[in-house]
């Protein structure tokens, strides 16, 4: 698909930490996630995780 872009296929690319519309009603969580957390890996994602899981568990 490369760059090509169609009405069956939109992107939209953020820099402030939205979800980047793929197609119209998906969205790249996983660039999400990145964006927001850092990339897998990182320390700012084991703390990210590490609070998550702390929330989920006292819940």
């Known amino acids: 698909m490369g760059n090509v872009i169609s009405k069956q296929e939109t992107k939209i ?3 402030d930490g939205r979800a980047k519309m793929i197609k119209p009603d ?3 969580v996983d660039g999400l996630i990145d ?3 850092g990339k897998e890996g990182t ?3 084991a703390q990210a ?3 998550a ?3 989920y568990t006292v819940q």
């Open 13 to 15: 690319t953020t820099d």
């Open 53 to 55: 899981y702390a929330f």
């Open 26 to 28: 998906i969205y790249d």
């Open 49 to 51: 995780e590490e609070h």
């Open 35 to 37: 964006a927001r957390f």
């Open 43 to 45: 320390p700012e994602r």
